[in-house]
């Protein structure tokens, strides 16, 4: 059997302020009449020989995910609550672990719960192609084509290709997050591909590479199943042995390190809806580029994205930005600014 496992335990600041902490992007129907998470889960839930999802999320948003899980109509195979996120490598041992004792032979297909993909069978033929590849050890990424020197992403260099096709690549190098001129050289040779950040492998590979690479994560992760009890229909993590659990992504901690990576490049029109200019490029515009959403009015607006969400927003003669309305903030930023939204989100940590 093939489990989805799902990320959810980001808090996407730099969606801010539709976004909290309280209300991440992945729980807010951003793309869709759907949520990111609901989209995430239906996408793959009709694929033969994929057994529910698993979810891995934090402890405040328990029943938030339980109810859209129930609103689509999906029983999941369990929800894991970490009272506090130990970032992704942990996040995924755990369901690892979790798996692993209910199906020794389990796979598991790990997808962020924030991404959009267009061609959902485009990526169902990745997927197919993965679970033939991955054999017993083999650790499978999703490579995206790169169209920019992003240095908020994984690059993978691409080695010797592992079936007569071209379809599926050994992984000669992997680099998470460089620095901006190391991503410029990357993109300047044609055979790196972005980290999508998506994930296929047996759950027994992962825990035996981790245990390879990071065993005090691995312990504390094993544990952490072991001695996880159950609440209602939740799966609590031990919080004693997750909190000593080291916090590291799963990029970091084993696939800049594995040999037994692979790499399966895919065109799905991929997005991870890192940002509102990035969001705003999913969704087709009007004739003036515009995306407005809610009560607005604008006259003489051109390439802007406007959201209201309580109040009435007008906008006149105003080019390039971003404005976003909520209840209590509002935002509005230029179009090439967008990265900097986080800071307010640190901004407004520091003030409390
Ligand atoms: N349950 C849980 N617990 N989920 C987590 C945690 C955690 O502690 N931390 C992060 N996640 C979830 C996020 O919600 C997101 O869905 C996913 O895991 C990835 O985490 P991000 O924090 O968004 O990672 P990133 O964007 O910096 O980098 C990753 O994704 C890029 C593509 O979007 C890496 O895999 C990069 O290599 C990749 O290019
Ligand atoms: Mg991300």
Redesign the pocket.
Known sequence: NIYPVI????S?SRLWPLSRAAL?K?LLPLVSERTMLQDTVLRVSGWKGMAPPLV???DDHRFLVAEQLRQIGITPTAILL?AQ????A??VAAAANYLAAIDPDAVMLVL????VIVDDDAFHLAVMLAADAIGSTALATFGIVPTAAET???YIRRGAALDTSNTCFAVERFV??PDRATAEKFIADKNYS????MFMFRASAYLAELQRLQPEMAQCCALAVHDAYSDLSFCRLDETAYAACP?E???FAV?EHTPHALVIPVDIGWS?V?SWSALAEIKPGDKDGNILHGDVYADGVTDTLIRSESRFVAAIGVDNLIVVETRDAVLIVAKDQVQRVKQVVEHLKLEQ
């Not at 996120?85 to 992704?88: D, F, V």
């Not at 962020?112 to 991404?115: E, G, L, N, S, T």
């Open positions: 990320l959810s335990g980001g996407g991440p992945q891995v999320c934090g970490e996120g130990r970032n992704t942990p996040a962020p719960a924030d991404h908020g992403y994984g998470e997050k972005w980290n999508s950040g916090a992504s799963i990029d696939m991870d890192g």
